[in-house]
C-alpha cells in the first residue's frame, strides 16, 4: 500500500519557535507538495520540489521554507512560527509524468499559540 | 487569472438518489481534471481523471463528464450512500504537473 507519511498529527507550538514539518513517501515520486487548507480558502500551495535539492514558491511561499535533501523526504519548516500559521498542513507526492494522481499525506493540524 | 468554483453550500440528498457536483472554472485550459475526496481532518484521496479529449469517464458509481466548451466537469455519484458523505474537491492540471484545487463542495447523504 503506497503511502505519504506525516510526522505528526497534531503539533501545538508557540509563537517565534522554528517548527519542522516531516513528509515521507514511498512511492519514488519526483514531486512533492506542502500546502495549507484553511477553511473557506481550500488547498493553498505552499512549496514544491521536482527533484532532490530543487524547490520552487507556491502561492503563499512568505514565513515558510522548505528542505528536500533526499528522494523521500520532504520537510516544511516554520522559521519563527505566527498564530496565523495556525492551520492544517498537508504534504502530497507525484510521479514526474504529472497528469497523474497526487497521494496525500494525512495531514498536520499545526496551532499556534 | 485562473480561477476554479465549487458550490460551497452542501449538497444534501437523500440515499439512493444521483449526487451531481460542479466544477466551473475561468481564464484556464486544463489538459486534465481530476476528483478527489476528503474526509474531515484526513488528506485528499484521488478518485478519477479525466482529460481534456475525453468526454466522460466512468468507475464503479461515479460518473464524471468534461466540457471544455462550457469550461465545466460534472461528477456524479449513482446510487448514493452515506458513507458517500465527504467533501469532493475537483483540481485541474495544464502544462505544469502542478494541479490547481478547488475550494471543495461537502456532500451530505441522508438514510
Known amino acids: 500500500d503506497v503511502k505519504v507519511t506525516q510526522s505528526s498529527r497534531y503539533l501545538v507550538k508557540r509563537t517565534g519557535e522554528k517548527v519542522f514539518l516531516e513528509c515521507v513517501q514511498d512511492?519514488?515520486?519526483?514531486?512533492m507538495f506542502w500546502y495549507r487548507q484553511d477553511p473557506g480558502l481550500g488547498l493553498r500551495l505552499i512549496y514544491f520540489?521536482?527533484?532532490?535539492?530543487?524547490?520552487e514558491k507556491g502561492d503563499i511561499p512568505e514565513g515558510y521554507s522548505v528542505s528536500r535533501e533526499k528522494k523521500e523526504r520532504f520537510s516544511l519548516i516554520l522559521e519563527s512560527a505566527s498564530t496565523n500559521q495556525t492551520s492544517m498542513y498537508l504534504c502530497?507526492?507525484?510521479?514526474?509524468?504529472?497528469?497523474?494522481?497526487?497521494?496525500f499525506g494525512q495531514g498536520t493540524r499545526l496551532t499556534v499559540v | 487569472s485562473q480561477k476554479i468554483e465549487q458550490n460551497s453550500e452542501a449538497l444534501n440528498i437523500q440515499e439512493g438518489k444521483t449526487a451531481t457536483l460542479t466544477c466551473n472554472y475561468t481564464?484556464?485550459?486544463?489538459?486534465?481534471l481530476q476528483w478527489y475526496r476528503q474526509d474531515p481532518g484526513r488528506g485528499p484521496v484521488f478518485l478519477l481523471l479525466?482529460?481534456?479529449?475525453?468526454k466522460e469517464k466512468r468507475k464503479e458509481r461515479l460518473k464524471v463528464t468534461f466540457d471544455t466548451t462550457l469550461k465545466q466537469s460534472l461528477f456524479h455519484i449513482t446510487a448514493s450512500q452515506p458513507a458517500d458523505s465527504a467533501t469532493y474537491l475537483c483540481?485541474?492540471?495544464?502544462?505544469?504537473?502542478?494541479?490547481?484545487f478547488g475550494r471543495g463542495t461537502s456532500l451530505i447523504v441522508h438514510p
Open positions: 512511492m519514488d515520486h519526483e514531486n
Open positions: 481564464n484556464y485550459s486544463p489538459a486534465y
Open positions: 502530497a507526492s507525484s510521479n514526474a509524468q504529472g497528469n497523474t494522481e497526487a497521494f
Open positions: 479525466i482529460r481534456e479529449n475525453e
Open positions: 520540489s521536482y527533484d532532490v535539492k530543487m524547490k
Open positions: 483540481a485541474l492540471g495544464g502544462g505544469s504537473y502542478i494541479p490547481t
